[in-house]
């Protein structure tokens, strides 16, 4: 069965502290990996999808890699607006979709 | 373009009662999905239409029935709601972009059963 386990399930940084939130996974004919953002009270945003191993994707103080057990989010210099839930999730070959139950990220100034 | 829209966004239901979550999108997806999400737990799927017509069950079926009415619209029923159907409830729709589905949700319905 496919599963996906984030940490730190918490993760609280001062105003340019980078840092990495991890996502570990196994699945069955990876198809794609994907980061959300979600800020409380809204549904997920979509920020990446991943396909094979040895892939990057940047966006601002964001940056996804992926292995073929794991995936970072590195968060560079970290804003408070950067403050919301990070949540990975699995798509195998199966074409099911699996969620982590992600981290939360809180950045003071 | 709205994305996708969600009705309603909250309600309050007693055990036993029955509802109907709507959910439409305007990008002409043809992948529609029903999540719930739960404290300290990932996003979980309900039910999921691959297209105009179809539905198959997600990981957490059981209580819950889906009608893809056509393309854009996808909704929600419960028939008895129970407590544990308490949950925050997601709507998304994909589309396939190099290989895979990525989606796209819609803000939430947030339900309690007393």
């Known amino acids: 069965e496919d599963q996906v386990t984030q940490s730190p399930e918490a993760l609280r940084l001062q105003e340019g502290e980078s840092s990495s939130l991890n996502c570990s996974y196994t699945v069955s004919g990876l198809r794609g990996l994907f980061w959300y953002r979600q800020d409380p009270g809204k549904g997920p945003e979509f920020l990446f999808t991943?396909?094979?191993a040895g892939e990057e994707k940047e966006k601002e103080r964001l940056k996804a890699t992926l292995t073929k057990k794991e995936s970072f989010l590195h968060i560079t210099a970290p804003k408070p607006e950067d403050s919301a839930t990070y949540l990975c999730a699995v798509q195998g070959g199966n074409n099911d979709m699996r969620f982590g139950a992600g981290t939360r990220l809180t950045v003071k100034p | 373009n709205a994305g996708v829209t969600q009705t309603p966004k909250f309600q309050v239901l007693k055990t036993g009662q029955s509802m109907t979550l709507q959910c439409a999108q305007d990008m002409n997806h043809n992948s529609m999905y029903w999540y719930r999400q739960d404290p300290g737990m990932g996003l979980r799927l309900i039910y999921y239409?691959?297209?105009?017509?179809?539905?198959d069950k997600g990981e957490v079926p059981n209580g819950y029935n889906v009608s893809r009415l056509n393309k854009r619209e996808f909704s929600l029923r419960l028939e008895s709601a129970a407590p544990s159907q308490t949950s925050v409830y997601f709507c998304?729709?994909?589309?396939?972009?190099?290989?895979?589905?990525?989606?796209?949700f819609g803000p939430g319905t947030r339900l309690l059963v007393l």
């Open positions: 991943l396909y094979s």
């Open positions: 239409s691959a297209s105009e017509g179809t539905t």
């Open positions: 998304a729709s994909s589309a396939q972009l190099g290989g895979a589905e990525t989606q796209y």
